[in-house]
């Protein structure tokens, strides 16, 4: 199974831009370590890769000397990424630090004439979101810090598969659900995604987004990235 760590930012350019001239700039400005690869485009829609290589260290052992070393290593880190210009929105599928340097990239291409912010998922609004959602599922949570008697404090997780009537749960212990999985169904049965929301903000999603259909990413986005959040 695929595991995604995805982000979402505000992208909003303080000028007028076309997506379509954009990504012509971007593909211009690529380096021998450093370049963007475009899947699609529209005026208003840009969709695809960022992909940077660099050197790290890394111990091994070596068996013809019998010794640990140190050596250096090519690693390359690819970031999936669209912009979606009309919500002012960008998601990246990919490790923290890749995106850090792809919002820094985005950035620098347009001279710092666009607003990059991070946008931190709120679990609680997430999942009063995914409650009104009839086709997501939140199948499990994780409750900490919960008093059950004299005092003592306990974690536990929840398997709230097949339970019909959860809503009075989760809004009982809403404060203390410290992680929520969800899952979400596409047009076909089988098309199902699940995904898991941290009280940190992150999310990780169990399916790569090129086997993610459309209508069920806007359905995640929804509960992730409510309409008119910090635009």
Not at 60 to 84: G, H, W
Not at 112 to 136: F, G, Q
Not at 170 to 176: G, H, M, P, Q, S
Request: proline share 2%; net charge negative; with cysteine.
């Amino acid at each position: 199974m695929s595991t995604q760590k995805l982000s979402f930012c505000k992208f909003k350019p303080i000028q007028s831009i076309n997506l379509e001239e954009y990504a012509y700039e971007l593909q211009k400005i690529s380096s021998d370590n450093e370049k963007f690869v475009i899947n699609d485009c529209t005026d208003l829609w840009l969709d695809g890769y960022y992909v940077i290589e660099y050197i790290k260290n890394e111990t091994r052992y070596n068996f013809l000397e019998t010794k640990i070393e140190t050596i250096p290593v090519t690693v390359t880190s690819v970031a999936k990424f669209s912009i979606d210009l009309k919500n002012s929105l960008m998601d990246i599928w990919g490790n923290k630090n890749t995106a850090l340097k792809l919002m820094t990239a985005l950035s620098l291409s347009m001279h710092n004439k666009v607003i990059i912010e991070s946008i931190n998922t709120d679990i609680k609004e997430a999942i009063n979101l995914a409650l009104l959602e009839s086709d997501a599922k939140i199948i499990r949570v994780r409750i900490e810090d919960i008093i059950i008697d004299n005092g003592i404090v306990a974690n536990c997780s929840v398997n709230l598969s097949g339970q019909e009537n959860y809503s009075h749960l989760l809004r009982k212990y809403i404060k203390n659900i410290a992680q929520a999985t969800l899952s979400v169904y596409g047009e076909e049965p089988e098309n199902q995604i699940s995904f898991t929301i941290y009280s940190s903000g992150a999310i990780v999603i169990y399916k790569d987004k090129d086997e993610i259909e459309n209508n069920a990413f806007e359905i995640i986005k929804r509960i992730c990235f409510p309409n008119g959040r910090d635009k």
